[in-house]
């Protein structure tokens, strides 16, 4: 009877364990922020920022004003998860890996990003 009731328990466990790891996780998030600069319609200088971006997800940046099409530039990573920055949108073409906490100059062009 013992033995029967040990074997069920184990049975039902594993069948939990299975179930468990069949579900889809829960999307994660970068801590901290990202921030980019760019030029305004106006010819100002302004930040964009990403606060918790989405780990894993290529996030398009928005054109800058001042001329549709262009990048912004100078990224600084203040997350706890590395950026990868893309010249392109859809995060294609040349690259450059931002480990967190670390930034580049306004040389560095973007137009997407992913968390990793």
């Given at each position: 009877m013992f033995l029967r009731s040990a074997t069920a328990a184990i049975g039902a466990a594993?069948?939990?364990?299975?179930?468990?790891?069949?579900?889809?996780?829960?999307?994660?998030?970068?801590?901290?922020?990202?921030?980019?600069t760019y030029t305004t319609e106006e010819?100002?200088?302004?930040?964009?920022?990403?606060?918790?971006?989405?780990s894993g997800k290529c996030i398009d940046l928005p054109a800058p004003g001042s001329a549709p099409g262009?990048?912004?530039?100078?990224?600084k990573n203040r997350t706890d998860a590395t950026a990868t920055v893309f010249v392109n949108a859809g995060c294609e073409g040349a690259y450059y890996?931002?480990?967190?906490?670390?930034?580049?100059?306004?040389?560095?062009q973007l137009r997407s990003v992913v968390f990793s």
């Open positions: 594993a069948s939990a364990l299975v179930l468990v790891m069949a579900l889809p996780g829960s999307a994660s998030a970068a801590t901290g922020q990202f921030r980019y010819g100002y200088e302004a930040v964009g920022f990403l606060n918790r971006p989405d262009s990048a912004s530039r100078a990224p890996v931002l480990p967190p906490g670390k930034g580049a100059g306004d040389r560095l």
